[in-house]
């Protein structure tokens, strides 16, 4: 059976950085489009960024455009978030999820397969 497990949060202080790892065990990660989706206590889960089956799609949400970046090493069946000048509303539980299509429409809501379990980020001084 597949899973998806996520790495890399923890505590940092604003102005910080932390890489996020979400690394696909039982399967190819080749054939999947992966997201990553956070949730702050209190909100909605939202989708952050997104990359394509091939890696050619990328998208991210408005409030993390020119801090994060997306990635994925298929060799090592391993997505990464670099998550770069993170600020205090950047908290939140982020999950990565994966679907067997050739993109994702980054929202909360659009069909994925598999979800991971989370990991904390927690933003503050």
């Known amino acids: 059976q ?7 949060g923890g505590l940092v202080e604003p102005g910080g950085s932390l890489r996020l790892s979400c690394e696909v065990t039982g399967r190819t990660l080749d054939d999947y489009a992966i997201g990553w ?14 990359i394509s089956r091939d890696g050619g799609r990328i998208d991210y949400a408005d409030s993390v455009k020119g801090r994060f970046a997306i990635s994925r090493d298929n ?6 978030l670099q998550m770069n000048n993170l600020r205090p509303a950047d908290s939140g539980v982020y999950y990565c999820a994966a679907v067997r299509s050739l993109y994702i429409i980054c929202q909360d809501g659009f069909p994925m397969d598999y979800w991971g379990k989370g990991t904390r980020v927690t933003v503050s001084q």
Do not use: D, M
């Not at 597949?2 to 890399?8: A, D, H, P």
């Open 75 to 80: 060799a090592k069946n391993t997505v990464h």
């Open 2 to 8: 597949g899973q998806l497990v996520e790495s890399g």
């Open 37 to 50: 989706f956070r949730q702050a206590p209190g909100r909605e889960r939202e989708g952050v960024s997104c």
